[in-house]
Nanobody
Framework: QVQLVESGGGLVQPGGSLRLSCVVP????????VGWYRQPPGKQRELVAT???????NYADFVKGRFTIFRENVKKTVYLQMNGLELEDTAVYYC????????WGQGTQVTVSS
């Protein structure tokens, strides 16, 4: 099983930025598509962004223009650069493949508050 490790969350004011990291210790990471998900308090987990092995990205409408997903294959890491954070972005953020079929990690908490 792939043990995903997310990090980089924290407390930030509205309009602020954070960069999340996800280490995917997969031998064939360079051909794996990866996504970032989030679970707001009291809500279901939702897909935020995905990136294919060739770097094609896709974003949920609610983060388009604010978040950027990118990857560093050498480090087996996928990042989520979050700018212009809003109160509604408060959630636990997770990474997984676009099918969500890897074991879920513990996630990283992002809290946007003034």
């Amino acid at each position: 099983q792939v043990q995903l490790v997310e990090s980089g969350g924290g407390l930030v004011q509205p309009g602020g930025s954070l960069r999340l990291s996800c280490v995917v210790p997969l031998k064939m990471f360079n051909i794996a598509a990866v996504g970032w998900y989030r679970q707001p308090p009291g809500k279901q987990r939702e897909l935020v962004a995905t990136i294919t092995d060739s770097g094609i990205t896709n974003y949920a409408d609610f983060v388009k223009g604010r978040f950027t997903i990118f990857r560093e294959n050498v480090k087996k890491t996928v990042y989520l650069q979050m700018n212009g954070l809003e109160l509604e972005d408060t959630a636990v953020y997770y990474c997984n493949n676009p099918r969500g079929s890897w074991s879920w990690g513990q996630g990283t908490q992002v809290t946007v508050s003034s």
